[in-house]
């Protein structure tokens, strides 16, 4: 077994992505809950808990209760013995390091490291490293149950559940707010703000001139009438076409049923996305139970051929599933499909970077250090003073948001949800993926292709072949755009020169 020093040096090592979560530093935002109290945890704040059965915590408490706890003790401290003082992150980094059977013998050494030991996260990650990629797994209820159905096929798991006990006197921000984001309900408020434009049966040159050229994001109704989707896409009737095809789910490889098994169960704070981009090539029926809507058939990758990098997906997960804040890759544009469910919408544009996001300065890395439920609790309020605010809404089924390109954004599902996406080129925003496709850190910033170094001068020359011109008359079309724009506004031309501003005169 790793000794503690060299397992801390390991850490140190590693690319942090996180940082260390707080309840109480704002008690309004963080409520004092007694253990009795977490199961029916409602404050005049308006938080509240999922309707159905929260997941195990242990007895858990954020620390704020220790200082109105009668017992001078936190057992967090005690059990711990000598590396208390130790973040409960880094604790937490460690166990990471050692597998089931060791982190089962370490639990029964304290009710401290109990609760460390049973934190859901390192059982999740030993399942998705230990099992083969293109096996998955069968969800047991647990993390944890998952782990050992695997390992000990003829135990009976379902005993596990009704195990577990209470701790008492065991406070910690960081656990009890994984919990928490675990069973939350997002509050009204953070729903309820819907300020995105919204069109139904607008023409393509309207699209073109009020949304994709000014790169605006804009909601569009009536665009998926006609997909057979809407109608025949559920979990039964895809569990049919699809069969024994596996899907991506996070780093492994899934039957839909099975997916579905987890979905149904699952309630934690980060639950898996199924996010595939070969779908359509798997089972090619799916593919057929849409069509791209008319203000997006221009897709100027297409001409790549099957060299042309990811660009389309199908998208399933269940409540509290979704995607933390980032951009879309290649500097294209999307559009996002709802078949079925709904889904939270938050944007900022280019410029704006959200709160609590932290890219790296060649834009190669993005942290966003907490989930996405952590974000709402955490940031959400502090954008409504912002001078630009972020664009919001809840996108439902047979509704169509446009992303532009270089816009983050932020989706979390409010259900069960079923969804299409697809990024694409169009001529309004070539130069853009061109110029970001150039870069010299290219190899490590374009993604969904085997061949980064080379695809700027491969889309190129096809460009060039398949549309002969397009590329200089892209380019006159912006130059005259930016002369435009460089030209002195009404108010400019007026301005007195000898006193350096325009006045009235009466």
């Not at 401290?77 to 937490?92: F, K």
């Not at 939270?344 to 704006?352: A, N």
Request: net charge neutral; charged share 25%; hydrophobic share 35%.
């Amino acid at each position: 077994m790793l000794g503690c020093r060299s397992l801390l040096k390991q850490i140190r090592k590693r690319k942090r992505r996180k940082t260390h979560k707080s309840i109480t530093k704002n008690p309004k935002q963080n409520p004092r809950l007694t253990e009795e109290q977490q199961q029916d945890f409602a404050t005049e704040d308006g938080f509240s808990l999922k309707g159905s059965s929260p997941s195990q915590n242990y007895g858990v408490q954020p620390l704020g209760n220790f200082y109105l706890s009668s017992s001078p003790h936190n057992s967090r401290n005690t059990g711990l013995g000598n590396i208390q003082t130790l973040t409960d992150e880094l604790v937490l980094d460690i166990l990471g390091f050692l597998n089931g059977t060791h982190l089962g013998i370490l639990s029964t050494v304290s009710k401290s490291f109990y609760v460390f030991c049973n934190h859901e996260p390192l059982w999740r990650n030993l399942v998705l490293e230990n099992c083969e990629s293109d096996e998955g797994f069968l969800y047991k209820g647990s993390w944890k149950s998952t782990f050992v159905a695997t390992h000990n096929p003829s135990f009976d798991v379902s005993k596990i559940g009704s195990l577990g006990f209470k701790v008492k006197d065991f406070y910690s921000d960081y656990l009890f707010q994984s919990w928490l984001c675990a069973n939350l309900e997002l509050k009204p408020e953070w729903l309820n703000r819907d300020n995105i434009i919204r069109r139904k049966g607008i023409s393509l040159d309207e699209f073109v001139s009020n949304f994709e050229e000014p790169n605006k994001p804009v909601l569009l109704e009536g665009c998926l009438d006609n997909w057979p989707a809407i109608n025949k896409w559920n979990k039964d009737y895809l569990v049919k076409i699809c069969g024994d095809t596996r899907f991506s789910v996070g780093p492994v490889q899934m039957k839909l049923k099975d997916y579905f098994t987890y979905s149904n169960q699952a309630q934690e704070e980060r639950p898996l996305y199924l996010f595939d981009p070969k779908f359509a090539n798997k089972v090619p029926k799916l593919g057929q139970d849409y069509e791209i809507p008319i203000y997006f058939k221009e897709d100027l990758f297409s001409v790549l051929g099957d060299e042309r990098p990811d660009y389309r997906w199908i998208i399933i997960g269940p409540s509290g599933s979704g995607s933390s804040f980032h951009i879309d890759p290649n500097s294209t544009s999307a559009w996002n499909a709802v078949v079925k469910g709904s889904k939270k919408w938050v944007l900022f544009p280019p410029d704006v970077v959200p709160p609590g996001v932290h890219p790296s300065s060649d834009g190669a890395e993005v942290a966003c250090p907490v989930s996405i439920t952590e974000w709402f609790m955490n940031f959400y309020e502090s954008t409504k003073t912002w001078k630009k605010k972020p664009v919001e809404c809840v996108c439902k089924a047979g509704e169509v948001i446009f992303v532009p390109n270089g816009w983050w954004h932020l989706v979390i599902n409010l259900e069960d949800s079923i969804a299409i996406t697809q990024n694409f080129v169009s001529r309004r925003n070539l130069l853009n993926v061109l110029e970001f496709l150039k870069k010299p850190n290219a190899s490590t910033l374009v993604s969904g292709t085997k061949d980064r170094v080379n695809l700027y001068d491969k889309f190129k020359k096809a460009i060039e072949v398949g549309f002969p011109g397009m590329i200089d008359e892209v380019l006159v079309k912006d130059e005259e755009k930016k002369a435009e724009l460089a030209k002195p506004s009404f108010w400019d031309s007026v301005k007195d020169s000898n006193s350096g501003g325009f006045k009235f005169s009466f």
